[in-house]
């Protein structure tokens, strides 16, 4: 059971990690992925407005029966058949990388908020399009009438200073695209993330402690 006030404990040591970083303006993100309902509705007692989840199967079961007071980012890997039953549930799609997904969410959830995630790591166990494909998708996601609102990353394994350059990289891709957000950075390299940028942090571990192994 993950208690609110614990949340609200460490969401403290988080904030303060992010005000010596000097991050202004940075949302987080509360990804309770392989947890149950119960962090999420700690997540928003404590305060916090969005919230992350990466499996569609639990997703659907998790959210499927309420709509939580927080806007849902869905940022993992995402299948073209899981986009119809997530339609409605999901706020933000943070997890575009390919034309199939553009067209089926387009179709799904018209007018959709989405992010382009974009391979900033080249390490191939992560999602992500090319970098020189992102002006294509734009393009295709606005031509179907979706809102591509930014571009999301993953930094590497590693040190966190590895994730550097890539962090770099991917913001310099919103800067020239002149899209309004930059999803990257997590529990462990969030430091780096904000000094190279970002506008949103994705963070399950500093907030509601080791994840549960999934069945």
């Known amino acids: 059971m993950i ?3 614990a949340v609200a404990a460490r969401l403290e040591v988080l904030q303060e990690r992010l005000r010596v970083s000097g991050a202004q303006g940075v949302r987080i993100i509360a990804v309770t992925k392989a947890f149950g309902l119960d962090a999420v509705d700690a997540a928003i007692e404590a305060g916090l407005a969005d919230i992350g989840e990466s499996y569609a ?3 659907i079961a998790k959210l499927g029966d309420r709509s939580p007071a927080a806007t849902v980012h869905f940022i993992g890997g995402l299948q073209r ?4 039953k997530l339609s409605g549930l ?3 799609w943070q997890s575009v990388d390919r034309i199939e997904l553009i067209d089926e969410i387009s179709s799904r959830d018209p007018g959709a908020a989405i992010m382009l995630q974009v391979d900033i790591s080249g390490e191939a ?3 992500g399009c090319a970098p ?3 002006a294509g998708l ?3 996601a606005v031509g179907h009438g979706l809102d591509p609102i930014g571009l999301m990353g993953i930094g590497p394994i590693g040190k966190p200073e590895d994730a550097r350059l890539g962090f770099r990289r991917l913001r310099a891709l919103v800067d020239r695209f002149e899209l309004r957000e930059c999803s990257m950075g ?3 390299d969030l430091e780096v993330a904000v000094e190279e940028g970002t506008t949103m942090i994705r963070v399950g571990t500093a907030l509601f402690g080791p994840r549960p192994v999934r069945d």
């Open 3 to 5: 208690e609110p006030a």
């Open 57 to 59: 199967q639990e997703t």
């Open 81 to 84: 058949n899981k986009v119809r």
């Open 90 to 92: 999901i706020d933000v």
């Open 125 to 127: 166990s992560k999602r």
């Open 132 to 134: 020189d494909d992102v």
């Open 138 to 140: 734009l393009e295709r």
């Open 186 to 188: 997590m529990t462990g």
